[in-house]
């Protein structure tokens, strides 16, 4: 059985993701969990919560999100129940795009529901604090600078997500030239840390103050080889590859723009 998550039933449900993810899902779910262009779902067997799925839907494009299935209850076809779920929810509010990203143990799930693959992200991981000397092109983000922030990821990933940048302008970061034209920014609230830039020094100046810290987790799309490259000689972890997957009509996205996690907390 298939529920609407209610407020009430958040808490235990850290149990569900697995470890390697290190994802507080409660603190995640408790952010979401009242904007109207976030719903979340559990499923129910013997009263028991066994597995979870999300999406986040704005107009016309759409994202699946932690379709998680409790590792006690794998392999029952529980995560292709969900997933058919959330994808007729979408269907259901106009989606034309449906959009994931999925781990290695997903994949085959969604491409046997009609989810194509477009492209991967490698994961990397800072693992020790990095020395870094930033640069006075580096600024904190001003309210003058929201329309240059929407207009750069409108640009990135092809869809509307003013609701989710506002969320977490307050305390970012933006690349400006010597006019203070915005070439990039980095959102640390954002997710694990978005960072998006239509400039490659500004990319790989922003990356590397994200990875200046300890703990910081980045995917990169591996068509921006010049972000990948630094991150390998800053020597970071290297985690499992990912993948995008796609359902419905194609949006236009640039993903050399993304130099971390353009999905944010999707996926």
């Not at 990397?124 to 000397?133: G, I, L, Q, R, Y």
């Not at 003013?162 to 920014?185: A, M, S, T």
């Amino acid at each position: 059985m298939i529920n609407k998550l209610n407020e009430s039933e958040i808490n235990g449900l850290n149990k569900l993701p697995p470890l390697e993810w290190d994802h507080d899902y409660q603190v995640f779910l408790r952010d979401f969990i009242n904007e109207d262009y976030f719903f979340a779902f559990i499923q129910i067997q013997n009263n028991n919560i066994v597995g979870t799925g999300n999406v986040f839907v704005k107009g016309k494009i759409g994202w699946l999100a932690n379709i998680i299935v409790h590792e006690n209850h794998r392999g029952k076809g529980l995560g292709h129940q969900m997933t058919k779920y959330l994808v007729n929810f979408l269907k259901g509010k106009g989606c034309e795009t449906q959009l994931l990203v999925a781990t290695e143990l997903g994949e085959t799930i969604y491409k046997k529901i009609g989810f194509r693959k477009l492209t991967e992200y490698q994961c990397f991981e800072s693992v020790k604090d990095n020395n870094m000397n930033t640069t006075n092109c580096i600024q904190k983000l001003k309210a003058s600078d929201l329309e240059s922030i929407y207009k750069l990821d409108q640009e990135t990933n092809g869809e509307n997500r003013i609701h989710l940048l506002d969320k977490f302008c307050n305390n970012g970061l933006g690349y400006f030239n010597k006019k203070r034209e915005l070439l990039g920014f980095y959102l640390p609230e954002f997710g694990k840390g978005l960072v998006l830039s239509r400039d490659e020094q500004a990319g790989m100046e922003l990356l590397e103050l994200k990875h200046s810290k300890k703990g910081k987790r980045t995917l990169i799309p591996i068509e921006n080889q010049t972000g990948i490259r630094l991150l390998e000689k800053m020597k970071l972890k290297k985690g499992a590859n990912c993948s995008r997957m796609i359902l419905g009509k194609e949006n236009n996205w640039k993903p050399n723009f993304i130099y971390s996690y353009g999905s944010g907390y999707c996926g």
